[in-house]
């Protein structure tokens, strides 16, 4: 087993995406239960399950169970996995200004891995957030709705683990609708209601992630994704899953070895092609970040052009340009 920074590989399979270790979070209180037995006795056993009682979060358990509603739909629409994390630091730069969802036309549940993303941030959870569900929702607020879920970093001691602590890593998760109408770009995320762990959501830039997803989104409306198939052969480790389809995403179109700890960028955009209306497909062209420097990176500063330079895995702005954003 080989661990990274973003969770653990097994036989070449990255388990760290989170439907899998969500499908075996109920088999998980058992084998951590019955560890604490053979380690402690009984007596002692039973003591430090009550002293760990004392210790859960208030609003784990709903936070969890809202997870599980998430993931049961995720199920009946086939539980398909995208693995974007090599595309993710090149969508995190792109804007999608003038854009909203009412037509984008894909399937009604789906989960998008991140990984890591420029905003990565060790000492900050809310950048932890690993990938995210999208879910259509037809109720009294029609839209998308992104529920956001974190990394789980020492999922290889999981059964050596408290049942709180567990609880506590699948509790941070929260959602929020994208309604129809909404401006991705420049809609007010302030005013979406937020679903599950508001304290982890007030610590995360919701205009940040909500782009980000929706930029997930929209590359998967292009006529030509570069999408295909990674995993579809039994694997011991998904066990005690519900192995479904995983796909890669940009693995030909972007580039895998850019330094992402200091780069300087000029954005990316997306051209919509069709509108998605009058009987017609929603299509969009992305147009990809460009990573720039030296001469090239002051002529556009120069020129009033947007440039973003990222450093220690932080972002930060590059003159005034960003400001009329």
């Known amino acids: 087993m080989e661990k990274t920074d973003k969770g653990y590989e097994v036989d070449g399979l990255n388990i760290w995406y989170h439907p899998f270790r969500l499908d075996m979070y109920p088999g998980l209180r058992k084998k951590q239960l019955a560890n604490l037995r053979e380690r402690l006795g009984e007596e002692a056993a039973t003591a430090a399950i009550r002293q760990d009682e004392t210790k859960r979060r208030q609003g784990d358990s709903r936070n969890v169970n809202h997870l599980k509603l998430i993931r049961g739909h995720h ?44 905003e990565y941030d060790r000492e900050n959870p809310a950048s932890l957030i690993e990938g995210v569900y999208v879910t259509h929702v037809d109720g009294e607020e029609r839209g998308w709705m992104l529920t956001f879920v974190t990394n789980y970093p020492d999922w290889a001691d999981a059964e050596q683990q408290m049942p709180s602590t567990s609880e506590r890593h699948f509790g941070s998760n929260f ?98 092609v069709e509108d998605g209306r009058e009987g017609r497909s929603f299509k969009v062209e992305w147009i990809a970040p460009q990573v720039v420097a030296g001469p090239d990176r002051r002529e556009l500063a120069r020129e009033g052009a947007v440039v973003l330079e990222f450093e220690a895995r932080k972002r930060k702005k590059d003159g005034n340009a960003l400001d009329d954003l």
């Not at 109408?181 to 995320?189: I, S, T």
Request: glycine share 8%; net charge negative.
């Open 175 to 272: 959602s929020f609708i994208i309604p129809e109408g909404f401006d991705v770009a420049q809609g007010d995320y302030s005013k979406l209601q937020i679903i599950s762990d508001r304290e982890l959501a007030s610590e995360a830039s919701l205009w940040h992630l909500g782009r980000l997803a929706t930029n997930a989104m929209l590359y998967l409306n292009r006529a030509r994704p570069d999408v295909w198939g990674s995993l579809t052969t039994y694997n011991m480790a998904l066990d005690d899953t519900s192995r479904t389809q995983i796909y890669d995403c940009g693995s030909d179109e972007v580039d895998w070895n850019i330094d992402w700890n200091g780069v300087t960028l000029k954005p990316g955009r997306w051209r919509v």
């Open 75 to 118: 199920i009946q629409n086939g539980g398909v996995v995208y693995d974007m994390a090599k595309l993710a630091p090149h969508l995190e730069a792109t804007w999608a200004n003038d854009i909203v969802l009412d037509y984008v036309e894909m399937t009604k549940g789906f989960y998008v891995h991140f990984g890591d993303t420029l």
